[in-house]
């Protein structure tokens, strides 16, 4: 697999860098240790922007902190994948931890973890096969 990331992009400042090649816990990691309390979450829409944006197939957009990504590929019909990056106050879960085979963390299962596979999605299909 072709390792995808961030830095190719252009980034506003030295801020965090998601890796789009790792495994889907790894990259819900990476997301849950960037701060993101509602109201705070630009430096994690800057890491997810500048990820996508190092997506040639992917046109990206934003607005204040919501980043939406679109492929251009002419059809009538489009699937959205749609989540959001805020989470609640930090209450002693970050940075992220293993301990087994799970992963905690403030945002793991809200919604970190589905940011995570649309990210994946995002990096690895770049034609939907049209049915």
Known sequence: MTRILATDAARPDDGPVLDLSRSGGELTAQLVDIH???GDEQKLA?????AL???PHLTVDRDG???????ML??????V???HLDTVPIADNLPSRVDGD??????????????AVQLR???TVPRPTAT
């Open 46 to 50: 800057d890491a997810v922007e500048a």
């Open 65 to 71: 902190n919501n980043v939406v990504a679109r492929t």
């Open 102 to 115: 799970l992963l905690y963390g403030c945002g793991t299962s809200d919604m970190k973890a589905g940011v």
């Open 121 to 123: 999605i995002a990096a």
């Open 36 to 38: 993101s309390v509602s």
């Open 74 to 79: 002419g059809r009538a019909e489009r699937v």
């Open 81 to 83: 994948l749609a989540g």
């Open 53 to 55: 944006r190092a997506l």
